[in-house]
Protein backbone atom coordinates (compact mmCIF):
# COMPACT_ATOMS: atom_id res chain seq x y z
CA UNK A 1 0.00 0.00 0.00
CA UNK A 2 1.29 3.32 -1.20
CA UNK A 3 2.25 5.50 2.18
CA UNK A 4 1.81 9.42 1.93
CA UNK A 5 2.18 12.36 4.45
CA UNK A 6 -1.19 14.02 4.08
CA UNK A 7 -4.37 12.11 2.52
CA UNK A 8 -7.31 14.72 1.60
CA UNK A 9 -11.35 13.41 1.69
CA UNK A 10 -12.84 15.63 -1.85
CA UNK A 11 -11.47 16.84 -4.67
CA UNK A 12 -13.48 19.99 -4.79
CA UNK A 13 -11.88 23.37 -4.52
CA UNK A 14 -10.72 22.90 -0.52
CA UNK A 15 -9.65 18.94 -1.30
CA UNK A 16 -8.03 19.90 -4.76
CA UNK A 17 -6.41 23.18 -3.06
CA UNK A 18 -5.39 21.95 -0.12
CA UNK A 19 -3.63 19.00 -2.10
CA UNK A 20 -1.83 21.09 -4.24
CA UNK A 21 -0.46 23.72 -1.65
CA UNK A 22 0.92 20.62 0.33
CA UNK A 23 2.54 18.68 -2.78
CA UNK A 24 4.73 22.44 -3.21
CA UNK A 25 5.81 22.23 0.26
CA UNK A 26 7.46 18.41 -0.20
CA UNK A 27 4.62 16.47 1.50
CA UNK A 28 3.06 13.83 -0.59
CA UNK A 29 -0.65 13.58 -0.83
CA UNK A 30 -3.76 11.69 -2.15
CA UNK A 31 -7.17 12.88 -2.86
CA UNK A 32 -9.72 10.34 -2.76
CA UNK A 33 -13.30 11.83 -4.12
CA UNK A 34 -16.42 9.40 -4.54
CA UNK A 35 -17.72 10.81 -7.75
CA UNK A 36 -15.91 10.44 -11.04
CA UNK A 37 -15.34 14.16 -11.93
CA UNK A 38 -13.64 16.79 -10.04
CA UNK A 39 -15.37 19.38 -8.36
CA UNK A 40 -17.97 18.96 -5.72
CA UNK A 41 -20.63 20.75 -6.01
CA UNK A 42 -18.72 23.19 -8.33
CA UNK A 43 -20.03 21.29 -11.75
CA UNK A 44 -20.76 21.96 -15.09
CA UNK A 45 -23.26 19.00 -17.07
CA UNK A 46 -22.89 18.86 -20.88
CA UNK A 47 -26.27 18.28 -22.33
CA UNK A 48 -26.76 17.04 -26.61
CA UNK A 49 -26.99 20.24 -29.07
CA UNK A 50 -23.71 22.29 -27.53
CA UNK A 51 -25.47 23.09 -24.09
CA UNK A 52 -23.07 23.41 -20.52
CA UNK A 53 -24.78 24.27 -17.66
CA UNK A 54 -23.67 24.91 -14.55
CA UNK A 55 -25.19 23.62 -11.10
CA UNK A 56 -26.77 26.57 -10.33
CA UNK A 57 -25.12 30.13 -10.79
CA UNK A 58 -21.42 29.66 -9.96
CA UNK A 59 -20.87 33.28 -10.33
CA UNK A 60 -17.42 34.21 -8.35
CA UNK A 61 -17.54 37.17 -6.29
CA UNK A 62 -14.88 39.81 -7.58
CA UNK A 63 -14.16 37.47 -10.18
CA UNK A 64 -9.92 38.23 -10.69
CA UNK A 65 -9.65 40.03 -7.68
CA UNK A 66 -11.35 36.53 -5.57
CA UNK A 67 -10.06 33.69 -3.46
CA UNK A 68 -10.41 31.59 -6.18
CA UNK A 69 -8.61 33.64 -8.78
CA UNK A 70 -6.06 33.92 -5.94
CA UNK A 71 -5.42 30.37 -5.63
CA UNK A 72 -5.02 29.29 -8.98
CA UNK A 73 -2.72 32.17 -9.52
CA UNK A 74 -0.42 30.81 -6.60
CA UNK A 75 -0.79 27.17 -8.22
CA UNK A 76 0.51 28.87 -11.29
CA UNK A 77 -3.30 28.45 -13.41
CA UNK A 78 -4.99 30.92 -15.42
CA UNK A 79 -7.97 30.63 -16.81
CA UNK A 80 -10.59 32.88 -18.93
CA UNK A 81 -13.17 35.12 -17.62
CA UNK A 82 -16.50 35.67 -18.71
CA UNK A 83 -17.78 39.70 -19.22
CA UNK A 84 -18.59 41.22 -15.64
CA UNK A 85 -21.65 41.98 -14.27
CA UNK A 86 -23.14 45.34 -14.29
CA UNK A 87 -25.30 45.51 -11.48
CA UNK A 88 -28.73 44.52 -10.48
CA UNK A 89 -32.32 44.51 -12.09
CA UNK A 90 -34.92 44.48 -8.91
CA UNK A 91 -38.63 43.07 -9.85
CA UNK A 92 -41.07 45.36 -8.17
CA UNK A 93 -45.05 44.93 -7.21
CA UNK A 94 -46.29 46.54 -10.65
CA UNK A 95 -44.71 43.93 -12.54
CA UNK A 96 -41.65 45.54 -14.15
CA UNK A 97 -37.74 44.88 -13.67
CA UNK A 98 -35.60 48.21 -12.88
CA UNK A 99 -32.29 49.20 -12.77
CA UNK A 100 -31.25 49.00 -9.05
CA UNK A 101 -30.74 52.92 -8.37
CA UNK A 102 -34.18 53.34 -10.29
CA UNK A 103 -36.01 51.23 -8.39
CA UNK A 104 -34.90 52.46 -4.80
CA UNK A 105 -36.16 55.61 -6.29
CA UNK A 106 -34.29 57.58 -3.60
CA UNK A 107 -35.03 61.34 -2.28
CA UNK A 108 -32.36 63.52 -1.74
CA UNK A 109 -31.57 62.66 1.96
CA UNK A 110 -32.02 58.98 1.01
CA UNK A 111 -29.18 58.92 -1.30
CA UNK A 112 -27.15 60.89 1.28
CA UNK A 113 -27.62 57.71 3.67
CA UNK A 114 -27.14 55.28 1.11
CA UNK A 115 -23.67 56.96 0.57
CA UNK A 116 -22.24 57.03 4.16
CA UNK A 117 -23.74 53.43 5.18
CA UNK A 118 -21.29 52.44 2.11
CA UNK A 119 -18.34 54.33 3.05
CA UNK A 120 -18.61 53.25 6.43
CA UNK A 121 -18.89 49.74 5.26
CA UNK A 122 -16.00 50.37 3.08
CA UNK A 123 -13.52 51.70 5.50
CA UNK A 124 -15.02 48.76 8.22
CA UNK A 125 -11.74 47.10 9.91
CA UNK A 126 -11.58 43.64 10.78
CA UNK A 127 -11.90 44.50 13.99
CA UNK A 128 -15.42 45.96 13.39
CA UNK A 129 -16.32 42.71 11.29
CA UNK A 130 -15.31 40.23 13.85
CA UNK A 131 -17.43 42.48 16.42
CA UNK A 132 -20.58 41.72 13.64
CA UNK A 133 -19.93 38.34 13.30
CA UNK A 134 -22.25 37.73 16.04
CA UNK A 135 -24.69 40.17 14.99
CA UNK A 136 -27.82 39.37 13.01
CA UNK A 137 -28.19 41.99 9.73
CA UNK A 138 -31.20 43.06 11.27
CA UNK A 139 -30.07 44.77 14.30
CA UNK A 140 -26.92 46.06 12.23
CA UNK A 141 -29.94 48.06 10.07
CA UNK A 142 -31.85 49.02 13.20
CA UNK A 143 -28.38 50.84 13.84
CA UNK A 144 -27.59 51.92 11.23
CA UNK A 145 -30.78 52.82 8.37
CA UNK A 146 -33.02 54.86 8.88
CA UNK A 147 -35.13 54.67 5.22
CA UNK A 148 -37.40 51.29 4.65
CA UNK A 149 -35.87 51.56 1.11
CA UNK A 150 -32.51 50.96 2.08
CA UNK A 151 -32.86 48.98 4.28
CA UNK A 152 -34.64 46.35 2.03
CA UNK A 153 -31.97 46.84 -0.64
CA UNK A 154 -29.47 45.96 1.93
CA UNK A 155 -31.29 42.83 3.32
CA UNK A 156 -31.68 41.67 -0.88
CA UNK A 157 -27.88 42.13 -1.13
CA UNK A 158 -27.42 40.16 2.04
CA UNK A 159 -29.60 37.52 0.51
CA UNK A 160 -28.09 37.38 -2.77
CA UNK A 161 -24.69 37.25 -0.81
CA UNK A 162 -25.43 34.16 1.75
CA UNK A 163 -29.13 32.38 -0.05
CA UNK A 164 -30.53 33.08 3.06
CA UNK A 165 -34.01 34.34 3.48
CA UNK A 166 -34.05 36.35 6.65
CA UNK A 167 -32.39 39.16 7.71
CA UNK A 168 -32.40 38.07 10.70
CA UNK A 169 -30.77 34.85 10.13
CA UNK A 170 -27.74 36.55 7.95
CA UNK A 171 -24.37 37.87 10.10
CA UNK A 172 -23.76 41.36 10.05
CA UNK A 173 -20.25 40.68 9.93
CA UNK A 174 -20.53 38.43 6.37
CA UNK A 175 -22.35 41.31 4.92
CA UNK A 176 -20.17 43.55 5.57
CA UNK A 177 -17.21 41.91 4.97
CA UNK A 178 -18.33 40.77 1.07
CA UNK A 179 -19.92 44.17 0.55
CA UNK A 180 -16.41 46.03 1.51
CA UNK A 181 -13.95 44.22 -0.27
CA UNK A 182 -16.89 44.26 -3.55
CA UNK A 183 -16.57 48.15 -3.12
CA UNK A 184 -13.23 47.83 -2.95
CA UNK A 185 -12.41 46.40 -6.36
CA UNK A 186 -15.99 48.04 -8.20
CA UNK A 187 -15.83 50.93 -10.42
CA UNK A 188 -18.26 52.96 -8.19
CA UNK A 189 -20.45 52.09 -4.94
CA UNK A 190 -23.91 52.36 -6.87
CA UNK A 191 -22.11 49.09 -9.11
CA UNK A 192 -20.53 47.12 -5.67
CA UNK A 193 -20.86 43.73 -7.57
CA UNK A 194 -19.08 44.97 -10.94
CA UNK A 195 -16.01 43.00 -10.47
CA UNK A 196 -18.21 38.96 -10.24
CA UNK A 197 -17.81 37.08 -12.93
CA UNK A 198 -17.89 33.26 -14.19
CA UNK A 199 -15.26 31.08 -15.64
CA UNK A 200 -15.56 30.91 -19.42
CA UNK A 201 -16.90 27.58 -20.51
CA UNK A 202 -18.60 26.56 -17.43
CA UNK A 203 -17.32 26.18 -13.54
CA UNK A 204 -15.48 23.38 -14.84
CA UNK A 205 -13.22 25.22 -16.17
CA UNK A 206 -11.80 26.90 -12.93
CA UNK A 207 -12.00 22.92 -11.45
CA UNK A 208 -10.49 21.38 -14.53
CA UNK A 209 -7.59 23.83 -14.28
CA UNK A 210 -7.08 23.01 -10.44
CA UNK A 211 -7.32 19.52 -11.48
CA UNK A 212 -4.48 19.67 -13.99
CA UNK A 213 -2.22 21.75 -10.71
CA UNK A 214 -2.83 19.01 -8.50
CA UNK A 215 -1.78 16.39 -11.12
CA UNK A 216 1.10 18.23 -12.73
CA UNK A 217 2.70 18.42 -8.72
CA UNK A 218 2.52 14.59 -8.51
CA UNK A 219 -0.59 14.47 -6.62
CA UNK A 220 -2.31 11.54 -6.75
CA UNK A 221 -5.99 11.76 -7.81
CA UNK A 222 -8.15 9.09 -6.69
CA UNK A 223 -11.79 9.55 -8.57
CA UNK A 224 -15.08 7.34 -8.06
CA UNK A 225 -13.16 5.97 -4.36
CA UNK A 226 -16.05 6.93 -1.81
CA UNK A 227 -14.43 6.97 1.79
CA UNK A 228 -16.55 4.51 3.91
CA UNK A 229 -15.50 5.75 7.34
CA UNK A 230 -12.66 7.57 9.06
CA UNK A 231 -11.15 6.29 12.20
CA UNK A 232 -9.82 8.44 14.91
CA UNK A 233 -8.13 6.40 17.60
CA UNK A 234 -6.20 8.52 20.29
CA UNK A 235 -2.19 8.32 20.31
CA UNK A 236 -2.45 6.74 16.29
CA UNK A 237 -2.88 8.14 12.93
CA UNK A 238 -6.31 9.41 11.34
CA UNK A 239 -6.99 6.25 8.96
CA UNK A 240 -9.63 6.29 6.07
CA UNK A 241 -11.98 3.42 4.68
CA UNK A 242 -12.22 2.81 1.50
CA UNK A 243 -13.58 -0.25 -1.06
CA UNK A 244 -10.27 -1.23 -1.46
CA UNK A 245 -9.02 -1.18 2.54
CA UNK A 246 -8.14 1.62 4.97
CA UNK A 247 -5.08 4.00 4.23
CA UNK A 248 -3.80 6.09 7.12
CA UNK A 249 -1.40 8.90 6.85
CA UNK A 250 -0.12 11.69 9.81
CA UNK A 251 -2.27 14.20 7.76
CA UNK A 252 -5.81 13.83 7.05
CA UNK A 253 -7.79 16.68 5.26
CA UNK A 254 -11.27 16.22 5.56
CA UNK A 255 -12.74 18.38 2.26
CA UNK A 256 -16.39 17.61 2.29
CA UNK A 257 -19.42 19.33 3.62
CA UNK A 258 -20.65 18.92 7.01
CA UNK A 259 -23.44 16.67 6.31
CA UNK A 260 -21.27 14.66 4.07
CA UNK A 261 -18.87 13.65 7.20
CA UNK A 262 -21.65 13.20 9.07
CA UNK A 263 -22.10 9.76 7.09
CA UNK A 264 -18.41 8.81 7.22
CA UNK A 265 -16.97 10.26 10.85
CA UNK A 266 -18.96 9.15 14.12
CA UNK A 267 -19.79 12.01 16.19
CA UNK A 268 -20.05 9.31 18.86
CA UNK A 269 -16.56 8.67 18.83
CA UNK A 270 -15.92 12.53 17.97
CA UNK A 271 -16.94 12.79 21.21
CA UNK A 272 -14.60 11.03 23.10
CA UNK A 273 -11.94 13.54 22.08
CA UNK A 274 -13.39 16.51 21.10
CA UNK A 275 -16.88 17.07 22.73
CA UNK A 276 -18.16 20.55 22.26
CA UNK A 277 -17.10 20.21 18.44
CA UNK A 278 -18.96 16.67 17.77
CA UNK A 279 -22.00 18.54 19.33
CA UNK A 280 -21.91 21.82 16.92
CA UNK A 281 -21.42 19.29 14.04
CA UNK A 282 -24.37 17.53 14.45
CA UNK A 283 -26.62 20.75 15.13
CA UNK A 284 -25.25 22.18 12.35
CA UNK A 285 -26.09 19.54 9.80
CA UNK A 286 -29.24 21.04 8.21
CA UNK A 287 -27.96 25.09 8.84
CA UNK A 288 -27.29 25.63 5.67
CA UNK A 289 -28.94 27.55 2.39
CA UNK A 290 -31.40 26.16 -0.23
CA UNK A 291 -33.33 27.02 -3.25
CA UNK A 292 -35.98 25.47 -5.98
CA UNK A 293 -36.88 26.68 -9.25
CA UNK A 294 -36.01 26.03 -12.60
CA UNK A 295 -32.79 26.00 -14.91
CA UNK A 296 -33.93 26.82 -18.58
CA UNK A 297 -32.74 27.15 -21.91
CA UNK A 298 -34.61 29.23 -24.84
CA UNK A 299 -34.42 29.66 -28.81
CA UNK A 300 -34.07 33.25 -27.97
CA UNK A 301 -32.73 35.44 -25.11
CA UNK A 302 -35.39 35.91 -22.39
CA UNK A 303 -33.50 39.10 -21.48
CA UNK A 304 -30.30 40.89 -22.46
CA UNK A 305 -29.52 42.75 -19.12
CA UNK A 306 -25.48 41.53 -18.31
CA UNK A 307 -26.88 42.04 -14.38
CA UNK A 308 -27.94 40.03 -11.58
CA UNK A 309 -32.12 39.71 -11.58
CA UNK A 310 -33.49 39.66 -7.87
CA UNK A 311 -36.56 41.03 -5.29
CA UNK A 312 -36.39 40.63 -1.63
CA UNK A 313 -39.64 38.97 -2.51
CA UNK A 314 -41.35 37.35 -5.50
CA UNK A 315 -44.52 38.64 -5.79
CA UNK A 316 -47.42 35.85 -5.24
CA UNK A 317 -44.27 33.86 -3.86
CA UNK A 318 -43.35 35.23 -0.96
CA UNK A 319 -39.70 34.23 -1.26
CA UNK A 320 -36.69 35.71 -2.41
CA UNK A 321 -35.35 35.91 -6.26
CA UNK A 322 -32.31 35.39 -7.72
CA UNK A 323 -31.82 35.13 -11.49
CA UNK A 324 -29.18 35.22 -13.68
CA UNK A 325 -29.14 34.78 -17.55
CA UNK A 326 -25.85 32.73 -18.17
CA UNK A 327 -25.19 33.13 -22.05
CA UNK A 328 -25.55 37.04 -21.12
CA UNK A 329 -22.25 36.45 -19.85
CA UNK A 330 -20.90 33.93 -22.20
CA UNK A 331 -21.85 33.14 -25.32
CA UNK A 332 -19.75 29.61 -25.77
CA UNK A 333 -22.10 27.58 -23.06
CA UNK A 334 -25.33 27.13 -25.70
CA UNK A 335 -25.91 27.52 -29.15
CA UNK A 336 -25.61 30.48 -30.94
CA UNK A 337 -28.82 33.11 -30.38
CA UNK A 338 -29.87 30.41 -27.68
CA UNK A 339 -30.04 31.89 -23.70
CA UNK A 340 -29.16 29.43 -20.62
CA UNK A 341 -30.97 31.30 -17.27
CA UNK A 342 -31.19 30.12 -14.03
CA UNK A 343 -33.96 31.18 -11.80
CA UNK A 344 -34.44 30.25 -8.41
CA UNK A 345 -36.16 31.14 -5.51
CA UNK A 346 -34.52 30.90 -1.92
CA UNK A 347 -36.21 28.77 1.21
CA UNK A 348 -35.31 26.93 4.45
CA UNK A 349 -34.08 23.68 3.95
CA UNK A 350 -37.19 22.46 5.89
CA UNK A 351 -39.11 24.12 3.22
CA UNK A 352 -37.45 23.05 0.28
CA UNK A 353 -36.83 19.80 1.55
CA UNK A 354 -40.53 19.21 1.82
CA UNK A 355 -42.07 17.84 -1.83
CA UNK A 356 -45.33 18.73 -0.85
CA UNK A 357 -43.94 22.58 -0.50
CA UNK A 358 -41.69 22.03 -3.43
CA UNK A 359 -44.36 20.81 -6.05
CA UNK A 360 -46.89 23.71 -4.85
CA UNK A 361 -43.75 26.74 -4.88
CA UNK A 362 -42.73 25.75 -7.79
CA UNK A 363 -46.03 25.40 -9.98
CA UNK A 364 -47.15 29.17 -8.42
CA UNK A 365 -43.27 30.25 -9.44
CA UNK A 366 -43.59 29.15 -13.19
CA UNK A 367 -46.67 30.93 -13.24
CA UNK A 368 -44.84 33.84 -11.98
CA UNK A 369 -42.11 33.52 -14.44
CA UNK A 370 -44.36 33.38 -17.39
CA UNK A 371 -45.30 36.99 -15.91
CA UNK A 372 -41.75 38.21 -15.67
CA UNK A 373 -41.09 36.89 -19.25
CA UNK A 374 -43.70 36.79 -21.36
CA UNK A 375 -42.15 34.64 -24.46
CA UNK A 376 -40.57 32.10 -22.36
CA UNK A 377 -43.36 29.61 -23.31
CA UNK A 378 -42.64 30.26 -26.72
CA UNK A 379 -39.22 30.55 -26.91
CA UNK A 380 -38.72 27.07 -24.30
CA UNK A 381 -36.14 24.07 -25.53
CA UNK A 382 -35.78 22.98 -22.27
CA UNK A 383 -36.60 23.18 -18.13
CA UNK A 384 -35.48 21.30 -15.38
CA UNK A 385 -36.90 22.22 -12.21
CA UNK A 386 -35.23 21.17 -9.33
CA UNK A 387 -33.61 22.31 -5.94
CA UNK A 388 -30.53 22.40 -3.85
CA UNK A 389 -29.98 21.73 -0.13
CA UNK A 390 -26.28 23.13 0.98
CA UNK A 391 -25.38 25.93 -1.65
CA UNK A 392 -23.30 27.78 0.22
CA UNK A 393 -22.37 25.00 2.80
CA UNK A 394 -22.62 26.01 6.64
CA UNK A 395 -24.73 28.66 7.01
CA UNK A 396 -23.47 32.44 7.25
CA UNK A 397 -25.60 33.30 10.06
CA UNK A 398 -24.70 35.42 13.09
CA UNK A 399 -22.53 33.31 15.42
CA UNK A 400 -21.20 30.97 12.02
CA UNK A 401 -18.93 33.54 10.80
CA UNK A 402 -15.49 34.70 10.92
CA UNK A 403 -13.99 33.11 14.63
CA UNK A 404 -17.05 31.62 15.18
CA UNK A 405 -17.20 29.28 12.06
CA UNK A 406 -16.24 25.23 12.74
CA UNK A 407 -12.38 25.17 12.84
CA UNK A 408 -9.73 23.79 10.41
CA UNK A 409 -8.00 22.32 12.64
CA UNK A 410 -8.69 20.46 16.66
CA UNK A 411 -6.25 20.94 19.27
CA UNK A 412 -8.25 17.66 20.89
CA UNK A 413 -7.03 15.51 17.24
CA UNK A 414 -3.71 15.81 16.31
CA UNK A 415 -3.30 15.33 12.06
CA UNK A 416 -6.75 15.84 11.87
CA UNK A 417 -8.02 19.00 9.83
CA UNK A 418 -10.86 20.37 7.81
CA UNK A 419 -11.29 22.54 4.96
CA UNK A 420 -14.36 24.00 2.56
CA UNK A 421 -17.11 26.37 3.42
CA UNK A 422 -18.42 25.00 5.97
CA UNK A 423 -15.10 26.06 8.09
CA UNK A 424 -12.63 28.78 8.84
CA UNK A 425 -12.92 31.36 5.35
CA UNK A 426 -14.45 34.16 4.53
CA UNK A 427 -17.08 35.18 0.96
CA UNK A 428 -19.41 34.01 -1.25
CA UNK A 429 -19.60 30.42 -2.20
CA UNK A 430 -16.48 29.03 -3.78
CA UNK A 431 -14.58 31.66 -2.24
CA UNK A 432 -15.33 30.54 1.37
CA UNK A 433 -14.07 27.37 -0.13
CA UNK A 434 -10.67 28.88 -2.00
CA UNK A 435 -9.91 31.24 1.02
CA UNK A 436 -10.51 27.95 4.08
CA UNK A 437 -8.04 25.24 1.66
CA UNK A 438 -5.55 28.52 2.11
CA UNK A 439 -5.76 28.55 5.61
CA UNK A 440 -6.18 24.99 6.60
CA UNK A 441 -2.90 24.77 4.98
CA UNK A 442 -1.02 27.33 6.76
CA UNK A 443 -2.68 25.85 9.60
CA UNK A 444 -0.67 22.21 8.84
CA UNK A 445 2.56 23.64 7.36
CA UNK A 446 2.99 25.79 10.89
CA UNK A 447 2.15 22.64 12.77
CA UNK A 448 4.83 21.02 10.91
CA UNK A 449 7.22 23.95 11.78
CA UNK A 450 7.21 25.00 7.99
Known sequence: MEKYDAIIVGAGIAGLGVGSLLQDKGLKTAVFEKSKVVGGRSRTFELPGGWRIDMGTHCVDQGVHSSCNKLLNILGKEIPWSHNLEGFMF????????????SLNLNTQERQELMELQQWIAAATDEIIDHYDNVSLTKLLAEKVKSPKIAEFCKT????????????????????HIYRDQIRVSISPDLPFNAVRMPLGGVQTMMNAMAEAYRERGGALNLGTPIRKVNVRKGEMTEIVTDDGPIAAPIAV????????????SMDEMAQFAPAWAKRMKAYEFETSASTGFTIGTKAPLFDDKCYLSAWRVPGLGLPLQILGHTNFDDTIAPPGHMIAFIGACGTPAQIGNPE????????????????????????????????????????SPGMTGRYRLPVYLPEVPGLYFAGDCYTGRGVGMNTAASSAMICVQEILARQGR
Not at 160 to 172: K, Y
Not at 254 to 265: C, E, K, M, S, T
Open 91 to 102: YGEDGKWKPMME
Open 157 to 176: VGMVQTTLTESDIISAGEFI
Open 357 to 396: FRKKTLEQFWEVVKKMFPNVERDLVWKQDGFTIGIDGLSR
Open 254 to 265: IAAPIWNVLRFL
